[in-house]
């Protein structure tokens, strides 16, 4: 079945009349997305799986945008339907091609992340990134939940286990043991969880918007390790350069980023048959720490 007849037939079982044309949109992996234009209202934005991983998937994801918005207070679309097999949101523009607009991403995401401390890390209940449960059990040690519960949550899974033989999984292993030597004890904040190019788009007014998310309260630099790894366009220098200053990030920061990293190639390598070299990457962090023999 073409993604868009299931998209207008999931409209039509939720009651959702109107619907004249739906249109493929581009840019996500896991999910079936398009516009459906409507004669009587604004076109759509509407996602689908053709089976969906859980009950709870898009209820999780509408939840994390009205986080970000009300706790964040950064732009995301209305939520105007969200139920287990379908989610309906507002409409926004593609992202101009500005340093301004970087620009203010970088203030928008520094207030949320510097505006949202939180004394544990995790979230009230597991959701979702892509088509597995991102685990968000509570801990009080940023460390320990990184490692459990972002790290080596994905072993076991079969892509992983395919792609990384046992010195690669060892190496894994002592990396976690590494952390508190490798990353700097940061509180947790409000974080997307998901943040790569494709979900940071505008508002009609050009205020930088966010889609997508996977959030929970941890370390703010997974979401800046997120854009920095997944080849942000020449414009968006200026949003590191101003998130550094903003948030007094120190001189390391950089060489932070592929250890940070990792828990998105991880979760890229179990989802995906094409893992877009997340598997060379995540070899390429571990060398350091498999055994030489």
């Known amino acids: ?34 516009t459906a234009t409507r004669r009587d209202g604004p076109p759509v934005f509407v996602k689908a799986f053709a089976e969906a991983p859980g009950d709870d998937v898009f209820v999780a994801e509408a939840e994390g945008l009205a986080a970000m ?19 309906v949101l507002s409409l926004l523009e593609p992202r101009p091609r500005s340093e301004a607009f970087w620009e203010r991403f970088a203030h928008e995401l520094a207030r949320m992340h510097m505006g949202t401390i939180h004394p544990r890390f995790g979230w009230h209940h597991d959701n979702w990134l892509g088509r597995r ?14 490692a459990q519960h972002r790290l080596l949550r994905w072993l076991g899974q079969p892509r992983v286990e395919a792609a990384l033989d046992a010195a690669d999984r060892a190496a894994l292993e002592r990396l976690c043991h590494r952390l508190p030597d ?4 940061r509180p947790a904040c409000l974080t997307h969880g998901d943040l790569w190019a494709q979900n940071i ?16 309260y941890t370390w703010a630099e997974v979401d800046l390790a997120h854009v920095w790894s997944t080849s942000p366009p020449p414009e968006a220098q200026r949003f590191f ?6 948030t007094s990030l120190d001189g390391d920061w950089r060489a932070r980023m592929p250890v940070v990293q990792l828990r998105q190639h991880l979760a890229v390598l179990a989802q995906f048959d094409d893992d877009w070299g997340a598997a060379d990457h995540i070899r390429a962090t571990l060398a350091p720490f498999r055994k030489r023999t």
């Open 1 to 34: 079945m073409r993604s868009t007849t299931l998209l207008r037939e999931r409209l039509l079982r939720a009651g959702m009349r109107g619907v004249v044309t739906v249109e493929p949109a581009s840019g996500g992996l896991a999910a079936l997305a398009g």
């Open 69 to 87: 918005r009300e706790l964040g207070r950064v732009a995301t679309p209305d939520v105007i339907l969200a139920e287990h097999e379908l989610l």
């Open 201 to 216: 788009l505008a508002t009609p007014d050009g205020r930088p918007a966010l889609i997508d998310p996977a959030v929970s």
């Open 182 to 185: 490798l990353l700097p004890d």
């Open 241 to 246: 350069e101003v998130y550094a200053e903003l």
């Open 133 to 146: 449960r991102q685990i968000n059990t509570w801990n009080d040690d940023g460390f320990a939940f990184f």
